[in-house]
């Protein structure tokens, strides 16, 4: 697997992974987000486990990145046949970036994500018995 | 493998053992469409051919409809909590809410403005004050289980308790 990717080619590639998908008319996106606990780059003050206390992890001296995954990983092509060359991303965000990070990730799925049934309108309109008042109504 | 039946649920259930199991948890979101032409959709249409109707009528829809789960899991303990939405207006919801959660997650000082957040906060504290080691140990198995078989419903463990008083 490649390296972390940064956050924009993550959401580049992501964007085409859903779309990707989307276009195909079939398929599953996997996103994962976990805390990232280990540092490829020799980590100085990895966590380390106490075994007696099981409570170890719940108050680190200092905030955690996150890492977040995304793959196509168990779609099938149209004839079922296993996904050969699936797609795996994975980028790192840093504390101080989660909200932004979750912001744009936001309009990445928002704007990706059109198979999901979407708000439907016509009928409310109808009963009130009013004409279109635009389709970005209320 | 218990569906809950809100996000609200979802993301209270799903806070609470992210600060039980920070480390260890992890969240995932699939989007999936469905593969119309594999067996699994086939069935019903071919059961109602034996039946003896017509043979288009009951196709499968021609547009697959998507769906997405959340799914937090923490292996340690083997807590599953999901749920499951196929309204794009959740989506936002939905992300919002995974920002909140990696917060947790960052191990970040969540932010004072839902009272899920502040609950949570007092939880937190109250188990780290109360119970000895050996209490500990056997404790957050035990909140898991019950959580995930109680699943929507009053899903509450010994933790939950604890915030409340």
């Known amino acids: ?138 | 493998m218990v569906y809950l039946d809100t996000i609200e649920e979802w993301h209270r259930q799903s806070a609470l053992l992210l600060q039980a199991r920070p480390t260890t948890a992890r969240i995932t979101t699939k989007y999936k469409i469905p593969n119309l032409a594999t067996p699994k959709y086939q069935k019903p249409r071919k059961r109602k051919r034996e039946d003896g109707a017509e043979e288009k009528d009951a196709a499968a829809p021609k547009v697959p409809k998507a769906w997405l789960v959340l799914k937090t899991y923490d292996p340690a303990s083997g807590v599953v909590l999901k749920f499951k939405t196929d309204r794009q207006a959740d989506v936002g919801r939905l992300i919002t809410g995974l920002g909140r959660l990696g917060r947790h997650m960052a191990a970040l000082p969540a932010k004072a403005e839902a009272p899920i957040d502040t609950i949570m906060d007092d939880a937190t504290t109250t188990m780290e004050a109360s119970a000895g080691p050996a209490a500990k140990q056997s404790a957050p198995a035990e909140t898991k289980q019950q959580q995930q078989t109680a699943g929507g419903g009053g899903g509450g463990g010994k933790k939950k308790k604890k915030g409340k008083k």
């Not at chain 1, 680190?60 to 996150?66: F, G, M, S």
């Not at chain 1, 060359?85 to 932004?100: F, G, W």
């Not at chain 1, 198979?115 to 309108?121: A, N």
């Open chain 1, 1 to 138: 697997m490649a390296g972390h990717l940064s956050a924009d080619d993550f959401f580049t590639q992501l964007a085409s992974l859903i779309e990707k998908t989307q276009h195909k008319g079939h398929g599953s996106v996997h996103l994962t987000q976990k805390r990232l606990t280990f540092d490829a780059n020799a980590a100085p003050a990895a966590p380390q486990k106490v075994a007696d206390d099981p409570l170890w992890d719940l108050q680190p001296p200092n905030p955690l990145p996150l890492i977040v995954r995304a793959t196509d990983g168990k779609s099938q092509s149209k004839d079922r046949v296993k996904n050969k060359d699936k797609v795996k991303l994975s980028t790192i965000v840093q504390p101080d970036d989660v909200e932004a990070f979750f912001g744009r990730y936001a309009e990445v799925c928002k704007a990706g994500m059109q198979s999901l049934k979407k708000r439907d309108r016509s009928k409310r309109k109808k009963d009130k018995g009013k004409k279109k008042k635009g389709p970005g109504g209320a």
